[in-house]
């Protein structure tokens, strides 16, 4: 029996519900997949050097969304490897954001004043080619030690700043619900932490991991927010819609972030469609990221212009909760810098210039200064006060 047979829906029946079938089913070689898809020359190589940079690993789910004929698929470039992931660049880096040199301790980021970033596990559902913590991701240690987990909780209790905690890559949903329970537990006992959030592409890669007994664990830990990793329209089928709405319906705040790829979704029409399609599902879209720096990633990534010009033609066009900010994270490590269309045409003689979305010009008086004000009131004051003088 072909392999393909196996990890079909019909074939898996029941076992297509089950969330761990699916994780201990991925299609990880060129064997397998060649049964299902029609591989080109440039995936085949791509499959065959893979080793050593990130693995392959595809859920039979977000297998069977693949477009078999056409290695352009959008879905298809984002987990099949190309012979491109291997052309060398000089730009490109490990750790293209600098998330080492920010870790006060291992798998955990302190960047900004008051929010850390905690990688719990190595371990994705299914590989981005283009992610940015190739670094880390795709091993096979599942969960980061009980000696580090415990540095990680001495660490934010010790740090009264920190505010908000943001659970990411590697996706913490391949752990189980008591894992995440214990975790999500232990922060929340850590009295200045006022918010959670998990970021993950369970419900992309794997809409089956949203069960019940997952939303019973997620609600008892609130104000907990998600961040949804989407590239693409057509990840938004029924299951996913389904699982958006009952995360939703749990109370969770559900955001998108989305990174620009050259050839998967960079065009203005393919991004408003998934805007759109985002919010019609409850999600709101947040971040859309310039490709990072990572190593065998330099044929995703498109020039900035082309970003700013993706957020000109939503900004004012359509619903201003369908526009997600535009960042770009620093080579290096400086964090997220936004960047945009500039509405702001100049500044002079207490008047700012402004132009519209649709191009349009405008003049806005700045206020007086303060100082000016205050002299301003007083003589008036003074004048309206003074005694009516007696004849
Ligand atoms: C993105 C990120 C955050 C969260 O940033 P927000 O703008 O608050 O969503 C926190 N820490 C690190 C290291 C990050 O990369
Ligand atoms: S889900 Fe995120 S962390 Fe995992 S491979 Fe994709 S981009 Fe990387």
Not at 125 to 133: A, E, H, K, V
Not at 304 to 321: D, M, P, V, W
Request: glycine letters at 6%; proline letters at 7%.
């Amino acid at each position: 029996m072909a392999f393909s047979l196996d990890i079909s829906k019909q074939q898996a029946g029941e076992n297509w519900h089950d969330w761990k079938w699916h994780l201990k089913n991925r299609v990880e070689t060129l064997e397998e997949l060649s049964d299902i898809i029609e591989l080109s020359a440039e995936e085949i190589a791509g499959i065959k050097k893979e080793g050593g940079r990130l693995r392959m690993a595809i859920t039979p789910y977000f297998t069977s969304l693949l477009d078999p004929k056409n290695p352009h698929c959008p879905l298809r470039k984002q987990v099949v490897p190309r012979i491109e992931e291997h052309l060398s660049s000089s730009t490109n880096m490990e750790d293209p954001c600098g998330e080492v040199h920010d870790s006060p301790v291992p798998n955990l980021v302190h960047r900004y004043p008051d929010r850390v970033l905690l990688i719990l596990t190595d371990m994705c559902i299914s590989y981005c080619r283009y992610c940015t913590r190739k670094r880390i991701v795709g091993g096979n240690r599942r969960m980061i030690s009980k000696e580090n987990l415990d540095a990680i909780y001495d660490y934010i209790s010790s740090h009264k700043e920190i505010r908000d905690v943001l659970i990411s890559g590697g996706d913490p949903l391949v752990l189980s619900d008591e894992t995440l329970n214990s975790v999500l537990s232990s922060l929340r006992a850590i009295r200045h932490v006022e918010i959670l959030r998990i970021g993950t592409r369970a419900p992309v890669f794997l809409p089956q991991r949203i069960t019940d007994p997952l939303l019973r664990v997620l609600k008892k830990f609130h104000p907990l927010m998600m961040s949804i990793h989407f590239s693409h329209p057509r990840e938004i089928t029924p299951e996913v819609k389904s699982a958006c709405e009952r995360l939703a319906d749990a109370g969770i705040p559900l955001g998108s972030q989305t990174v620009l790829l050259r050839g998967i979704n960079n065009g203005t029409r393919t991004i408003k469609s998934l805007v759109h399609q985002l919010l019609a599902i409850r999600v709101r879209p947040y971040y859309l990221y310039q490709c990072d720096l990572a190593m065998g990633t330099g044929h995703f990534r498109t020039s900035i212009a082309e970003g700013i010009n993706i957020i000109e033609k939503l900004r004012g066009h359509t619903s201003g909760y369908a526009v997600p900010t535009y960042v770009i994270d620093a080579p290096g490590g400086g964090g997220k810098i936004p960047l945009g269309p500039s509405y702001l045409i100049g500044l002079a003689q207490g008047k700012a210039y402004l132009r519209n979305y649709e191009g349009n010009l405008y003049e806005y008086p700045e206020p007086i200064k303060a100082s000016q004000l205050r002299l301003k009131i007083k003589r008036e004051a003074r004048d309206i006060a003074a005694p009516i003088p007696v004849k």
